[in-house]
């Protein structure tokens, strides 16, 4: 690979915003370096790439870093012009899906998050709002595809696709660990149709991590949160 | 505070088969402000209709159901809501005059310093409202200094000429237009946040902006914007 057009994603594997990217590249079939970064003890690289917010993941390109998970998809989708397209051409339907995906970056993410790190009043409080935000993820999605079936599989991924699946991909986990159900089929037919689909696509599966190293990453969190609070 | 009606003469538009832009807006809000610095850029008339939140319109309602905010852009009766959202939608659907950069990763460094100022406004203002409505000196003080860290970092990120790219405003630029209302807010309460001694480069940039031919329209008229700020900052000062 030349060296110009060498791609080097900096990231750690329980991440679901790096696992964001890895999907896009597999789907574009852009072959990459992965180096793992300890968090703990960020490497000079890291800081230097990403002095902003010293986060991953970092994608390199062409010797330039790109920074943020959503950004580094969308140069993507721009850069890489053959192979699937990452968003529509549309300039409406892709304001759509910019809608959603901030919808699902800002409202159900971090509620979610909450659930994970909360207990008590503050958890149910927040497990209340997550199914309100599914709810009108449930309606917005109907709206996107107006009746049209939307298919997943390895090549036919989207930008929110990619963030849900980042999201709800670990569902499974996220039951057997918080003991709450959110894709639930009899609440949400459409979003867990998609869920399912996405999981069983090849380049997901092919990435993982698989279910039993989720459940682990879940454990970890939430035995933080109960230490932190028997303190 | 008095019923204000938006003044600023804007052409309106003749129902045509062609093209009816509509956006709902505050005249207040910056985010607001922004999409119309936006379609101004690209000659694009508009009607505008200003939005009582308190009493929100069935239109709005409709067209944002989700989170019944404004900004919204409808375009032939299509709505698009979140500005960033809209500002992209609009510099994809008009495409003189762009707005973000056409190379990827300069468009790339483009949406991650729209999105950083968008974050860092969100953690600055309410440490300026701390700031400008305390009646302690101490919890005043403690406003200013969250205010003047998170300005600081704008400040550095714009000294090394990191985003601001051109003569002109872009993608950038406009999403940073906030820091006005910043500036202003701080004015009509006397206290000192954003001072020219401490950030240059920032003071630069808004004194840019208010001279910019096509900015210069979209800025809230001052005296309104005065009598707003002192409404309603004086009532939370007052209610402390």
Redesign the interface.
């Known amino acids: 690979m030349a060296e110009e057009n060498k791609v080097k994603l900096h990231g750690v594997w329980a991440s679901p915003y790096v696992k964001r990217v890895e999907i896009a590249l597999k789907i574009k079939g852009i072959p990459y370096e992965f180096a793992e970064e300890d968090l703990v003890n960020k490497s000079q690289l890291l800081l230097q790439y990403n002095p902003?917010h010293k986060k991953v993941p970092v994608l390199i390109?062409?010797g330039?870093p790109?920074?943020?998970s959503l950004?580094?998809l969308?140069?993507i989708d721009?850069?890489w012009k053959n192979g699937p397209l990452l968003l529509p051409q549309d300039?409406?339907k892709?304001?759509?899906v910019?809608?959603w995906t901030?919808?699902v970056e800002k409202e159900l993410l971090e509620n979610v998050h909450l659930v994970v790190r909360s207990e008590g009043g503050e958890q149910e409080k927040a497990i209340k709002v997550v199914f309100e935000k599914l709810k009108?993820l449930e309606e917005?999605l109907k709206d996107l595809f107006q009746g049209e079936t939307h298919h997943i599989d390895g090549e036919n991924m989207g930008i929110l696709d990619i963030v849900l699946c980042s999201l709800f991909g670990a569902h499974k986990a996220q039951e057997e660990v918080l003991g709450v159900k959110f894709i639930d089929p009899e609440k949400f037919p459409l979003l867990s149709s998609w869920v399912t689909a996405f999981i069983e696509a090849a380049v997901v599966k092919e990435l993982g991590p698989p279910h039993e190293k989720l459940v682990a990453v879940y454990q970890f969190l939430r035995q933080k949160t109960l230490q932190a609070s028997a303190a | 505070m008095r019923e204000y009606s938006y003044f600023i003469p804007l052409p309106l538009q003749a129902a045509t088969m062609a093209e009816e832009v509509k956006l709902f807006g505050k005249w207040i809000s910056p985010f607001s402000r922004r999409i119309e610095v936006a379609l101004k850029l690209k000659g694009v008339e508009y009607e505008y209709i200003e939005e009582d939140l308190v009493n929100k319109s069935p239109a709005l309602l409709n067209y944002n159901p989700v989170h019944k905010k404004i900004p919204v852009l409808v375009h032939n009766g299509k709505p698009i809501a979140e500005s960033l959202v809209i500002m992209e939608y609009i510099d994809e659907t008009w495409k003189h005059n762009p707005i973000l950069p056409i190379d990827p990763f300069e468009k790339a460094m483009a949406r991650f310093w729209a999105k950083f100022i968008d974050d860092k406004f969100w953690a600055i203002w309410p440490a300026v409202k701390k700031a400008l409505t305390s009646g302690g000196e101490k919890e005043r003080e403690e406003g200013i200094e969250e205010a003047q860290l998170h300005l600081n970092t704008l400040e550095t990120q714009l000294k090394e000429k990191k985003f601001f790219g051109g003569e002109r405003l872009g993608f950038v630029e406009i999403s940073a237009s906030l820091i006005i209302w910043i500036v202003v807010s701080q004015e009509v309460m006397g206290v000192e946040i954003l001072t020219q001694e401490k950030f240059p480069a920032l003071h630069k940039l808004t004194q840019k902006f208010v001279e910019d031919d096509v900015f210069k329209q979209c800025v809230p008229p001052w005296e309104p914007l005065v009598a707003y700020f002192k409404a309603q900052l004086g009532a939370l000062a007052a209610s402390k």
Do not use: D, Q, W
Request: glycine share 4%; with cysteine.
């Open positions: 902003v390109h062409n330039k790109i920074c943020e950004v580094i969308e140069y721009e850069t300039p409406y892709r304001a759509k910019h809608f901030s919808f009108l917005g």
